[in-house]
């Protein structure tokens, strides 16, 4: 891929998948389990004493094939965060995911040592609060949200208390004319019937995406996230009159915004079959 076809996917990708740093032997199913983003993870996914080790394992066993494949790194106020960023440049993984993300300083720093994009992990309190900062700095290419993370950082167990953050994301992302961002993971792995309906709920709140952390959550992320064949149709309706006049589709009066909404629903839909 090109760079700018590299950016427009990771731009346009919805499901997000994660596979341990650690585990090489697992890239290739991660590669083949059809998500749009495969992300490496030498932060959560790795042990404290297997830092080094699960770099060094990365930087050998490199995925090739035409997946984007991003690297979530870890902390930079951790003492592997330089070193993981350094192994970037060496790689050139198509972004870096940046865990703990606070500051536009942050990403600057990150895209700095790492030569890459950038892609910040809003799940601290003092993240979310600089939001506006972090959505703004010229590095960021999409924003992801660490609901787990966030959640601990807040003292909530109620997913509910965190939607004002959820709004907060997608607020500031449209603001700065960035895509819509990537809804945090669901730990339900064999409940597929709550992995859905998190999936449907990130897209209602207006998320783009939705990070996984088994394969078995791709397909049901991007079905959630396929538009139906009626909103399908109703776009196609809404497109093919569109007209710089009035005019009506199915009862309701036809103006930018409502093209935009159809043009949006039409981007939803999925070509590649997975």
Do not use: Y
């Amino acid at each position: 891929m090109s760079d700018s076809d590299e950016q427009t996917a990771i731009e346009e990708a919805v499901s997000w998948l994660f596979v341990p740093a650690s585990r090489p032997d697992r890239f290739g199913k991660a590669m083949e389990a059809g998500a749009d983003v495969v992300v490496i993870d030498l932060e959560d996914a790795v042990g404290p004493g297997e830092k080094e080790a699960a770099r060094d394992d990365m930087v050998r066993h490199w995925p090739g094939g035409d997946r984007v494949v991003v690297v979530r790194v870890n902390d930079l106020r951790t003492e592997h965060g330089d070193a993981d960023l350094a192994a970037c440049r060496r790689l050139g993984p198509d972004a870096v995911v940046l865990p703990k993300t606070e500051s536009a300083d942050d990403v600057r720093a990150a895209a700095e040592r790492s030569g890459a994009p950038v892609l910040p992990l809003v799940e601290t309190a003092r993240g979310l609060v600089s939001v506006a900062d972090i959505t703004g700095a010229a590095d960021t290419v999409r924003l992801l949200f660490g609901s787990v993370d966030l959640a601990l950082d807040l003292g909530v167990s109620d997913d509910a208390a965190l939607d004002t953050a959820r709004s907060d994301l997608v607020r500031w992302s449209a603001a700065h004319g960035l895509p819509q961002p990537v809804d945090g993971v669901s730990t339900a792995i064999r409940d597929t019937g709550a992995v859905s309906r998190s999936a449907e709920r990130a897209l209602a709140w207006g998320f783009g995406g939705k990070l996984c952390i088994h394969p078995t959550q791709v397909p049901l992320v991007h079905a959630a996230f396929e538009p139906s064949a009626d909103q399908l149709e109703w776009a196609e309706r809404v497109l093919a009159v569109e007209s710089d006049g009035a005019v009506m589709v199915d009862g309701e009066m036809i103006d930018r915004p409502v093209v935009e909404r159809a043009r949006r629903i039409a981007r939803r839909r999925r070509r590649d079959g997975n």
